[in-house]
């Protein structure tokens, strides 16, 4: 089952914006990671957080985890046309048996 | 260093012919290797995953099946293709202990007629 719901579905924005896409998951988990897809590739691993984590940081991306209402976001600063991707929350949940539960993903367009 | 290779790139195969999908990992041992189906504008459904060669989980019951003959390789397939079997299908793989980030193929885009 999908257990990550991503919002916006879509986002468009102009270059040298801030982009914020939101996560909201249902089961406890052991980690979220954050994949972006460009247009008929294969998905690449951004950035992960554990559990116990709340923030974290990798270049221009900031990540937050709210384990109490079940959501993340991910913030990308000073957005670039290349950063026009499609972007996907994973869990990983305590009886995850090794396996991730993908979101419906979120198109994010940078208007140059 | 790793890499995950998926071939073929892009498949059109008629309704009810065979199918076989395979993907290899270079560069490290005994990883989880995992299928995934896409369709158009969506996320990712997990079809199977092994943990290790001979070991296959599946995810969702349907037209296909997924076997790991060397630890690797890992290969997908039909007897029998369905129109609803039309995606965009992923390998990936991850070690098998740590976080369970995740490697991908390039990707295989499979249409059915």
């Known amino acids: 089952s999908q257990q990550g719901e991503e919002d916006p579905q879509a986002l468009s924005i102009q270059e040298g914006e801030n982009a914020t896409m939101n996560c909201s998951y249902k089961t406890s988990i052991n980690n979220l990671q954050w994949y972006r897809q460009n247009s008929g590739r294969g998905l690449v691993h951004l950035i992960l957080?554990?559990?116990?984590?709340r923030e974290k940081h990798s270049g221009r991306l900031r990540v937050t985890l709210d384990t109490s209402k079940k959501s993340s976001s991910l913030l990308i600063t000073a957005s670039r046309a290349a950063d026009t991707a499609s972007y996907f929350c994973a869990t990983e949940d305590l009886q995850g048996a090794q396996k991730l539960v993908f979101g419906q993903g979120t198109r994010l367009t940078i208007n140059p | 260093s790793q890499t995950i290779h998926q071939w073929p790139a892009t498949l059109v195969q008629p309704v009810g012919s065979p199918l076989s999908l395979e993907c290899t990992v270079e560069?490290?041992?005994?990883?989880?290797l995992y299928w995934y189906r896409q369709a158009a504008g969506r996320g990712l459904q997990l079809l199977f995953y092994s943990v290790g060669i001979g070991q296959i989980s599946s995810e969702v019951p349907q037209n296909l099946s997924a076997s790991r003959p060397q630890d690797r390789q890992f290969i997908l397939s039909s007897k029998k293709l369905l129109l609803s079997d039309s995606g965009f299908y992923l390998c990936?793989?991850?070690?098998?202990?740590?976080?369970?980030?995740?490697?991908f193929g390039p990707g295989t885009r499979l249409t059915v007629t």
């Open positions: 957080i554990r559990s116990n984590e």
């Open positions: 560069g490290t041992s005994n990883p989880n």
């Open positions: 990936a793989w991850s070690l098998g202990t740590g976080s369970n980030e995740q490697y």
